[in-house]
């Protein structure tokens, strides 16, 4: 009930009442005014565990939680300046391990040696109102992950992702003012995303693993969740004082830290250890998730083997190359490869070989194709490629030259030496045709060509001339 006190209708307390109220009120019961606290009982002594203790102004407000001190000391104000105030209420406080409970208050302004003072009476009001709060904190963090699993969908890869995250974490858990997801790189925890800290300064910040406060409380097993109300125990140039910590596995390997602090000492308290496990595992799902997402989209423009584009993705890019070709009259080669003798090397020294001697190819070709060509995988030894401002006498000089490179840097398997060597075919845009269909066709049948030169044993390769050797 709001109310406001009359001076002169104040009950007045002698120093005889305070005998009765430390004697016989086991309620925790307390007097004070707004620059000194005059009484504290037995039962406030012994629900707070500071017997024996001088207790100050400044150590009562130090039990108050913090987030609910500022309230505190305005109702306070209210009430002994003759304003009007609530006299009963709901208060947060903390035990001496930062474990935080509410009690119910009461409060009446009472008058000793002529002052206003407030009596304040407490009652243990805990369990349903920190099942109440955790409970709102729990649907604000899970509608946060809800936001996360959006991002999952809509997030513009995993950078994006990663700050989504931070996001909803520093939103969500009480008290947390910044914060950062660190990931492993090599011995080095390197920010991937933060809030609340200086983006070119964090940018610099390379932390080596055993320096960093989780594993300075844990260890190398890295395997919980910390709470450090106290960050000048551990890290004494620490501009911050709370932390929450958790190790992020993914795969079952440990892929990083995610942590939250603030510039308040005490500011987190086990419910918040239970969201932060809460929200370490939506994340340790949302970056799987995100991985397997990206995974399968990999997989879905590139071949697995060799890492270049697979048969779909090349068919879908050549379209929009023909498009553009013809909107602004331009040619280009296509060009059909494929390796030799594929089948011997896998009869003879098993499909790892012939796996390598494909990857060998891919590799090397990093040499003949410029940032503007398209090379792919488009059959089980046939690729397929894509050459721009290029006439075909300086493209089949160039893949000579790439020929005449693996000839000279076979592949070892098993002790035995692998030469890649491949037969290709070349067609040209408007002149050859238009559709892949039809340029295919035509590289196709000139590749075919070629290979039955190979098969016949004739050795182009050593027909070079020095001067038109290419090295890769």
């Known amino acids: 009930m709001a109310i406001a006190y009359d001076l002169k209708d104040a009950i007045q307390i002698n120093d005889a009442d305070f005998d009765v109220l430390e004697r016989l009120v086991e309620t925790p019961t307390i007097m004070l005014n707004m620059h000194k606290l005059l009484f504290v009982n037995a039962g406030f002594r012994q629900h707070f565990d500071c017997e024996g203790q001088m207790l100050s102004l400044k150590c009562l407000l130090s039990i108050i939680h913090t987030d609910y001190l500022s309230h505190f000391e305005t109702m306070l104000d209210c009430a002994l300046s003759g304003k009007t105030y609530v006299d009963h209420g709901e208060l947060c406080v903390k035990t001496k391990n930062s474990k935080a409970f509410w009690m119910t208050y009461t409060l009446r302004v009472v008058t000793y040696n002529g002052l206003p003072h407030a009596l304040i009476q407490l009652y243990e009001n805990n369990e349903k109102k920190r099942t109440d709060t955790y409970k709102e904190r729990l649907i604000k963090l899970s509608e946060s992950i809800l936001e996360v699993t959006h991002s999952i969908v809509n997030a513009d890869g995993i950078n994006e992702l990663y700050r989504v995250i931070m996001q909803c974490a520093v939103n969500a858990i009480s008290n947390a003012s910044h914060g950062s997801i660190m990931k492993l790189e090599g011995d080095f925890l390197i920010p991937v995303a933060h809030i609340g800290f200086e983006t070119n300064a964090i940018r610099r910040v390379k932390i080596p693993l055993k320096t960093h406060i989780l594993y300075k409380v844990v260890g190398e097993k890295l395997d919980q969740i910390i709470k450090v109300n106290d960050l000048k125990t551990i890290e004494t140039d620490s501009v911050m004082h709370s932390a929450l910590s958790a190790p992020i596995y993914i795969k079952g390997k440990f892929f990083g830290v995610v942590t939250v602090e603030s510039k308040r000492m005490d500011s987190f308290d086990d419910d918040d250890v239970n969201l932060m496990a809460f929200f370490r595992n939506n994340l340790e799902i949302a970056i799987t998730n995100q991985y397997l997402n990206e995974e399968k989209s990999f997989l879905s423009r590139f071949d697995s083997l060799t890492s270049l584009y697979n048969r779909n993705y090349f068919d879908e890019v050549y379209e929009l190359i023909k498009e553009r070709a013809q909107r602004y009259h331009e040619n280009f080669n296509l060009v059909v490869f494929d390796l ?50 290029c006439s075909q006498g300086k493209l089949r000089k160039k893949i000579d030259g790439h020929l005449k490179y693996l000839n000279e840097n076979p592949i070892f398997y098993k002790n035995k030496t692998i030469i890649c060597s491949y037969s290709y075919g070349i067609a040209q845009f408007n002149e050859d045709g238009t559709t892949l269909g039809e340029l295919f066709k035509v590289a196709d049948d000139r590749m075919y060509e070629n290979k039955m030169r190979y098969k016949l044993g004739f050795d182009f390769i050593e027909m070079f001339e020095p001067s038109r050797r290419n090295t890769f």
Not at 363 to 378: E, G, H, P
């Open 340 to 389: 030799n003798d594929l089948k011997g090397t896998n009869d003879a020294y098993g499909h790892m070989a012939g796996d390598l001697l494909l990857k060998h190819f891919a590799t090397t070709c990093k040499n003949l194709i410029r940032k503007s060509d398209v090379l792919a995988r488009y059959g089980g030894d046939e690729f397929v490629g894509l050459f721009f401002n």
